[in-house]
C-alpha cells in the first residue's frame, strides 16, 4: 500500500511540474501592434498595474501601442528578457494596423548590430521605407516618485531618419502624462 502512495504522490509531483512549467513557460514570441501612421519613439512599460492586460493569441504575446506611442503592460520583463536579447526573427513580429485593427503592412528591423552587408543593404537601398531602426532595453524615472525599470524600446522611422533619435531614446513627463 505504501509503494502505491508513493508512486501517486510521484505522480502528482511529476503532473504539477508539467503543469507549473506549462504555466510559467508560456510563449516568448511576441506581436507588437502598432498605428499605421505612427513615426516616433515606442516604450513598452512593463509590470504596470494599472497596464494593458496580458493579451496572447495562440503562442505569441500581443502589444496594443496607443497613438501617443507608450504602452503600459501587466506583462512581466523578466522572463522574456534574455531571449529577446539574443533572439529576434520570426518570435518578435512589428505590425503595423489600421483603424480598424486590421493588418496594413509588417515592419522589418534594421540590423543596425549586424556586420553584414546584404542585411544592411535593403535599408540602404531603400532609405524612405519605414521600419524598426532601433530596439532594446532601459529604463528612466521621473523623480524621486515614478521609477520605470522595465523598459523595452524600438523606434519606428525610415532609415534616413536614424539619426535623429538618441540610443536609448530619452522619454519626457510630458510623453507619458499625454499616454493617460
Not at 507608450?70 to 531571449?83: A, V
Not at 532601459?138 to 532609415?159: A, L, M, Q, R
Amino acid at each position: 500500500m505504501k509503494s502505491v502512495i508513493t508512486v501517486i504522490r510521484m505522480f502528482a509531483l511529476v503532473a504539477g511540474a508539467w503543469f507549473l512549467q506549462g504555466c510559467l513557460g508560456s510563449s516568448q514570441k511576441q506581436t507588437t501592434l502598432i498605428p499605421k501612421d505612427y513615426i516616433g519613439k515606442v516604450a513598452i512599460l512593463y509590470n504596470q498595474k494599472d497596464g494593458q492586460k496580458e493579451e496572447h493569441l495562440n503562442d505569441r504575446r500581443i502589444y496594443r501601442i496607443p497613438n501617443c506611442g507608450i504602452l503600459k503592460t501587466q506583462f512581466t520583463l523578466r522572463e522574456h528578457l534574455s531571449w529577446a536579447l539574443h533572439e529576434i526573427d520570426s518570435d518578435v513580429v512589428f505590425i503595423r494596423i489600421d483603424n480598424m485593427g486590421n493588418p496594413v503592412d509588417t515592419l522589418l528591423r534594421w540590423p543596425w548590430q549586424s556586420n553584414s552587408d546584404s542585411e544592411n543593404d535593403f535599408f540602404l537601398r531603400n532609405p524612405n521605407r519605414v521600419g524598426i531602426i532601433d530596439w532594446g532595453f532601459c529604463g528612466f524615472s521621473f523623480g524621486d516618485t515614478e521609477n520605470y525599470k522595465d523598459v523595452e524600446f524600438f523606434i519606428v522611422d525610415s532609415f534616413k531618419n536614424a539619426s535623429k533619435y538618441s540610443h536609448p531614446p530619452e522619454f519626457e513627463k510630458t510623453e507619458l502624462n499625454k499616454c493617460k
